[in-house]
């Protein structure tokens, strides 16, 4: 079955960088879509940034546009996030997920049904 690892996350100060890493296994279709979400106290899970294993568009959310990168390795079983220019807003559990489907344009949370377990990231 779908395993997901999410490793990478920690403390840094604003402005800073770091890069989350989710490493997939048990995938059986051709292509499926991940994706990066985060979730912070008391608010919503937010699509993050997106991007099919198959090749295609990626899809970022407006809050990060220009900051984070989302990109896989040439096998298309891990998934990263390069996180520039880091601000404090950015805090909050990081996860990956999956769905054997192509990336959608909005990033929603119920299109998704492979979960990590999360990463938490913390931006001061």
């Known amino acids: 079955h779908v395993q997901l690892v999410e490793s990478g996350g920690g403390s840094v100060q604003a402005g800073g960088s770091l890069r989350l890493s989710c490493r997939a296994s048990?995938?059986?279709?051709?292509?499926?879509?991940m994706a990066w979400f985060r979730q912070a106290p008391g608010k919503e899970r937010e699509g993050v940034a997106a991007t099919s294993t198959g090749g295609g568009r990626t899809y970022y959310a407006d809050s990060v546009k220009g900051r984070f990168t989302v990109s896989q390795n040439n096998a298309g079983n891990t998934l990263y996030l390069q996180m520039n220019s880091l601000k404090p807003e950015d805090t909050a559990m990081y996860y990956c997920?999956?769905?054997?489907?192509?990336?959608?344009?909005?990033?929603?949370?119920?299109?998704?049904?492979?979960w990590g377990q999360g990463t938490q990231v913390t931006v001061s």
């Open positions: 997920a999956a769905v054997p489907a192509s990336c959608l344009r909005f990033i929603r949370s119920g299109d998704f049904g492979y």
């Open positions: 048990g995938f059986t279709y051709r292509n499926y879509c």
